[in-house]
């Protein structure tokens, strides 16, 4: 089983329209985050929802707007998209202070044209 | 506000070599410090930590080495091997707010036959 999916892996798609990748994760862990990861492989937080509360909400287009319906899942929804949004965004998890670290997904690969 | 600087940006090793990756930080609040590799196409991947409270840790091939005082801490591989090519990331936490991990640059990582 994976411990975090993200769907879809691959996503192209032009200049304006409106997007969602879907993220779950199997670990019983009480905090998710987005992160983006630009071409320079530079990872950048984005979200963070601990218990479906948004506690992290960094400096972020207000385009993007996370969903979180249960503390087993977190979506990104992605309005009106940019070229400079290509990236591979990735969603991840944690169990806050137990000192474990994150659980990474694969990533969605965007693409914008 | 770069808090965590991580250098070399690129590393070419032979096989056999040791691999030395080093990482700076600034905030003495943060309290863990992971370091993740990435493949290809993958997620990061927690692959060691460490509390300031140690020196050094060791699992397997991959040693991490912390100097409190003088905020630094890196990342060595003892024998690298053409497996180990790979991106990897240095990361701090404070854990005592929701564990918001920041993480370094990076450092893509090619051990060569």
């Known amino acids: 089983d994976t411990a975090v999916s993200q769907t879809p892996k691959y996503l192209v798609t032009q200049m304006g329209n409106d997007k969602s990748i879907k993220c779950e994760q199997n670990l019983g862990h009480d905090t998710m985050y987005w992160y983006k990861q630009d071409s320079k492989k530079f990872l950048k937080i984005m979200f963070s929802?601990?218990?479906?509360?948004?506690?992290i909400n960094e400096t972020v287009p207000n385009r993007f707007s996370p969903k979180s319906p249960d503390k087993a899942h977190l979506n990104l929804h992605i309005n009106s998209l940019e070229l400079g949004d290509s990236a591979v965004y990735f969603c991840?998890?944690?169990?806050?202070?137990?000192?474990?670290?994150?659980?990474f997904g694969s990533g969605t690969r965007l693409t914008v044209v | 506000q770069q808090q965590v600087k991580q250098s070399p940006q690129s590393l070419i090793v032979q096989k056999g070599g040791i691999s030395i990756i080093n990482c700076a930080y600034e905030?003495?609040?943060?309290?863990?410090f992971p370091w993740y590799q990435q493949f290809p196409g993958k997620g990061p991947a927690l692959l060691i930590a460490?509390?300031?409270?140690?020196s050094e840790k060791k699992e397997g091939r991959f040693t991490i080495s912390f100097n409190k005082s003088a905020k630094q801490f890196s990342l060595h591989i003892m024998d690298s091997q053409p497996g180990d090519s790979a991106t990897y990331f240095c990361?701090?936490?404070?854990?005592?707010?929701?564990?918001?991990?920041?993480f370094g640059t990076g450092t893509k990582l090619q051990v060569i036959p």
């Open positions: 991840a998890s944690s169990q806050v202070r137990d000192g474990y670290g994150y659980t």
């Open positions: 905030n003495t609040a943060f309290d863990y």
């Open positions: 460490i509390r300031p409270d140690v």
């Open positions: 990361a701090a936490v404070y854990s005592g707010g929701y564990q918001k991990v920041t």
């Open positions: 929802y601990n218990n479906k509360e948004l506690i």
